[in-house]
């Protein structure tokens, strides 16, 4: 079927986990479309974003993105598809819920680029823990409950210290490490305030983080374009920490070993665009474990586009409308294919930006929930140069 019209759920507001490397990867998903000759229908509330400048979508709808609003754009407008991947946590949390309530099915849209059957294994976290052992894909011991007395069981099982997730959430919202029973009480309440779900997980700090940005076509071709080192380990958000490209301290068995990992939970959870794979990595030995996936464009999707010139959020729109690598050009080059690994003969840092004056009563100390508003990023022949 020739697609004509598609609905892009965009950036939407501007909050602390969730700002302009949304309004990037939207942005490059509606060049993507044009160039297509698709006729390009964005929701976003938000006027003060590239995306919803002139020329960059056909029509607008500065509208809230709630499942209320985009269902009465899908009836009025009739698309054939829709992109949920390019507007964050927001936009995929709001796709769920339309497809839950068959909204997609009644009208006739297709989800486009990974399968959101697949989309919500990804986010629940009870499921994508399941679906990792399944493979043989070491994931840290814990347990997904929907109320503090469930949290408090499984803290009996699993042992303290713990960290506490939340699931359907960005920029850990809500989450925190426990010592004992006091603190899970308290942290389990205050996550539970921001999703019904949340992961009562053994506490892994001090340990490597480390990430993979990897891109599959319909055809299961499968490439990682970056992999990046927190200087921070386990215990500091991602978007608090320094994050370092390409990683610094693995030593080639490692990071062939995790490469290799990734490329399969990419193919293992159907991925038709591009997702993100944390790891935990210990420090003195071989082990790892898997933190998560994310199943979309996302803060480290636009950095690791930026370090390495490698246009993910553009490639991944193109990729949904079920083009494969190999038919799909070297946006630097224009000659070669996109189905290559780029090589960096060069250092990129990422250093986050706070502006903690703006909020009273907030402690500066950072941790596992984030609190950066921005971040600045450099290049350098040398990690020196770079994070000078």
Partial sequence: MKLEKVLVIGSGAL???EAGEFDYSGTQA??????????????????????????????????????FFVEKIIEKEKPQGILLSFGGQTALNCGIELYNNGVFKKNNVKVLGTPISYIIKSEDR????????????????????????????????????????????????????AKNVDELKKI?????SYSSQILIEESLKGWKEIEYEVVRDIYDNCITVCNMENIDPIGIHTGDSIVVAPSQTLNNIEYNRLRSISIKIARYFNIIGECNVQFALSNNSYQYNV???????SRSSALASKATGYPL??????????????????????????????????????????????FDGVSTKIGSSMKSVGELMSIGGSFEEAIQ
């Fill in 188 to 192: 389990s309440s205050v996550a539970l």
């Fill in 126 to 177: 009870d499921i994508f823990r399941q679906m990792l052992i399944n493979i043989g894909i070491n994931i840290a011991k814990s347990i997904a409950v929907n109320s503090v007395d469930e949290a408090i069981n499984a803290s009996n099982e699993i042992g303290f210290p713990l960290i506490i997730r939340s699931a359907y959430a960005l920029g850990g919202l809500g989450s925190g490490f």
């Fill in 291 to 297: 933190i998560e996936i994310n199943a979309r464009l």
């Fill in 15 to 17: 909050k602390i986990g």
């Fill in 30 to 67: 509606l060049k993507a479309l044009k160039e297509e000759n698709i006729f390009t229908i964005l929701v976003n509330p938000n006027i003060a974003t590239v995306q919803t400048s002139e020329k960059i979508a056909d029509k607008i709808y500065s509208l809230p993105i709630t499942p």
């Fill in 313 to 358: 959020a553009f490639i991944a729109a193109k990729l949904a409308l079920g083009y494969g690598l190999h038919e799909l050009k070297n946006t630097v080059t224009k000659l070669t294919s996109a189905f290559f690994e780029p090589a960096l003969d060069y250092i990129v840092c990422k250093i986050p930006r706070w502006d903690l004056k703006k």
